[in-house]
């Protein structure tokens, strides 16, 4: 792997590190709040790393069921007298690699000096669907599509046509998330699951079915972090961001440029070339998966395939255990949990990989990590590159 890695030109470049991680792993836990599953995670994530709640001064978060998140969750950790800097974007699924990428920017400027980012959610025991968003689609709605998954089959459509992708291409990426996830203590589906068994399954949206779908579930995750030097020093290993990008290119899927290419294009180059690193010296990937199509259109647009060769690229097993690139090592959403936004959660797995703490699931050797988030209906995007200590 990543030996070949250049020290790029970023001052952002390792200057912060992920100190430490806090997920509840409480995928179905009734009479917990949304608040309780991020609280949870917050005072995991500080004790992970040997902090306090009182050195917190920065503070990230969002939540699809509260439009003043920062406000609420401030209050509800006793944040708000010790604030220096907060960030509230939300821009669904991505929301937390965005706020990743502001609070690399706000430490290293020195506008706070512990950045706590943090998220729950109940979807699951609230009722087990997606909690509706409040802004309207007028484009769409007087169809009646089905909010998110119709878009999602759109562009599964699209790239089957364009690029002769099959329904058992799409299913391959459901059965090596679920062969990760049966190494993963903690995956909520953890059962066998084949080719056949997700082709067999009902149909949701065509041509996507419900085992392209991923789980709907409760849960929490929280990422501290502050500069390189401060983290060194702390409890757990340091594992610098090495690089960030973000981008957003619609909100209606109606009005998305190409149904077969994301922004993911921009994101993952934009923070690949911020970390001095191609896709060959990827190690270990994250991707947001809630849908197969997902899975597929990322490891194209982020360089780890070519555009219309994603198909052929996971049918081979090359994402899978065993395979040349270890994708979705918990088992993604789509085995392992999925709390209506995924994105802190690639995080969270891409650190416990580079500190070699993944058991039975450990990438050997694992030193540079890729996470992507995805929100909306394919509509913002955002990559991060980690590293370990060897990488700066």
């Avoid at 709040?33 to 004790?47: P, V």
């Avoid at 025991?125 to 802004?135: H, N």
Wanted: charged share 15%.
């Amino acid at each position: 792997m990543s030996a070949a890695v250049s020290a790029g030109a970023s001052p952002l470049r390792g200057a912060v590190s992920i100190a430490g991680i806090g997920n509840t792993n409480r995928w179905n836990a009734p009479g917990r709040t949304g608040f309780d599953q991020l609280a949870e995670a917050a005072f995991l994530a500080l004790e992970d790393c040997g902090l306090t709640m009182a050195d917190v001064d920065g503070l990230y978060c969002a939540m699809s069921t509260s439009g003043l998140p920062v406000l609420n969750v401030a209050e509800r950790l006793g944040l708000a007298p010790h604030l220096r800097h907060a960030d509230g974007t939300m821009v669904g699924g991505a929301s937390f690699l965005f706020h990743l990428r502001s609070a690399v920017a706000a430490l290293a400027a020195g506008q706070c000096d512990v950045a706590l980012v943090c998220y729950g959610s109940n979807q699951r025991s609230a009722g087990g669907k997606l909690a509706a968003m409040p802004d309207p689609q007028p484009f769409e709605a007087p169809y009646g599509a089905l909010y998110p998954i119709s878009s999602y089959a759109l562009a599964a459509a699209r790239h089957m046509h364009d690029y002769g992708t099959t329904r058992a291409d799409l299913a391959a990426v459901a059965v090596a998330a679920r062969r990760w996830a049966a190494l993963n203590p903690a995956a909520m589906e953890r059962g066998p699951l084949s080719v056949d068994d997700v082709l067999a399954s009902r149909l949701v949206s065509d041509p996507l079915s419900k085992a392209d779908c991923c789980l709907v579930t409760d849960g929490g995750a929280a990422l501290v972090l502050t500069r390189t030097d401060r983290a060194r020093d702390l409890a757990k290993p340091a594992v610098p961001v090495l690089g960030t990008g973000v981008a957003v290119s619609h909100r209606q899927i109606a009005a998305m440029p190409d149904l077969t290419t994301t922004a993911a294009t921009r994101s993952g180059a934009a923070a690949m070339a911020e970390a001095g690193v191609a896709p060959a010296h990827v190690d270990h990937v994250m991707l947001y998966d809630a849908f197969t199509i997902l899975t597929l259109m990322f490891l194209e647009d982020l360089g780890f395939c070519a555009k219309g060769e994603g198909g052929a690229f996971v049918a081979s097993g090359a994402i899978a255990p065993g395979g040349a690139l270890p994708v979705n090592t918990n088992g993604g959403g789509l085995s392992c949990n999925h709390p209506g936004m995924y994105g802190l959660f690639t995080l969270v797995e891409a650190v416990i990989q580079l500190r070699g703490e993944a058991g039975a699931r450990q990438v050997e050797g694992a030193e540079i990590a890729l996470a992507h988030g995805n929100g909306g209906v394919l509509s913002s995007q955002a990559t991060a590159v980690l590293g370990t200590a060897a990488t700066l």
